[in-house]
């Protein structure tokens, strides 16, 4: 990262495909969020009629925006449940208490499969409730964690998390790719490269992850030092983006500083 003349910061991108590309190290990452659309199958599996912003919101990290709390809700209303019974907890400064939690659609998709097996609410977040057993089942052999939203994460080589979209059902990437804006963010790099490289699907996670699915090849994106602002310029050198190339930087008042680009 560059400010004036002068280097910033630095951060150091590691990157594996599924067809043997190797950037960096093949570093043991956890997958967090980029989790999500393989978190989703349950429900896919679960209900033949699921509305497309259903499937995208189960596999978002949302910001809490209207339209994003509403396809929630339906995920909510499908499982006969209320917010209260959401165990992803509330986080500062969002709206609409635990259903303004950015893992709320997941959570809300996890109640309705429980519902659909006749499992109970309670503890559906817990590493050994029949829902999260199922899901470890669909990850495979992992170290694991606790995420934010209170879930069992998983920790994987990159090389390993590459794969990992590539298992996504096509209705639950069908959703991604229809409805990328209830994802994440408007600029959200899962978002954007899902808009710039039609039949892709990609999913960031916490800490500087990013999972994609591009043309049959599986990817997975970590940067060192968790920070997100560094995955834009790596896309942009791995799938030829030039409009990723460089993410400009501005003070508060609106003027440039700065950008962040390939060393």
């Known amino acids: 990262m560059g400010r004036g003349d002068e280097t910033e910061a630095v951060h150091r991108v590691h990157v594996a495909s599924t067809d043997g590309l190797r950037i960096g190290d093949d570093v043991v990452t956890f997958l967090r969020s ?16 699921l509305a497309v912003e259903e499937l995208a919101i189960a596999c978002a990290s949302h910001r809490a925006a209207p ?4 396809a929630a809700r339906l995920l909510l209303e499908r499982a006969g449940a209320t917010v209260d019974d959401l165990e992803c907890g509330p986080q500062e400064g969002r709206p609409e208490g635990r259903l303004g939690h950015n ?22 977040r ?43 059902p096509a209705r639950i990437a069908d959703a991604m790719r229809a409805r990328p804006e209830l994802l994440g963010y408007p600029d959200g790099d899962d978002t954007l490269l899902i808009r710039a490289l039609p039949g892709t699907i990609a999913k960031a996670g916490a800490e500087g992850l990013l999972c994609a699915a591009v043309g049959g090849v599986g990817y997975a994106f970590k940067v060192e030092d968790g920070n997100l602002r560094a995955l834009r310029p790596a896309l942009a050198h791995v799938f030829g983006l030039e409009q990723f190339a460089r993410v400009e930087l501005e003070n508060s008042r609106g003027e440039a500083v700065g950008s962040i680009r390939l060393a």
């Open 126 to 168: 817990l590493a050994e409730h029949p829902l999260q057993r199922r899901l470890a089942e669909l990850v495979g052999p992992a170290e694991t964690a606790i995420d934010g939203c209170g879930i069992p994460t998983f920790a994987l080589p990159l090389s390993e998390a590459a794969a990992l979209l590539l298992r996504t």
């Open 103 to 124: 893992c709320s659609g997941k959570h809300a998709g996890f109640l309705a499969v429980c519902r659909a097996n006749g499992w109970p609410f309670d503890g559906y």
């Open 34 to 49: 980029s989790a999500k659309p393989i978190q989703a199958i349950p429900l896919a599996e679960a209900y033949d009629d």
């Open 67 to 70: 339209e994003q709390l509403a």
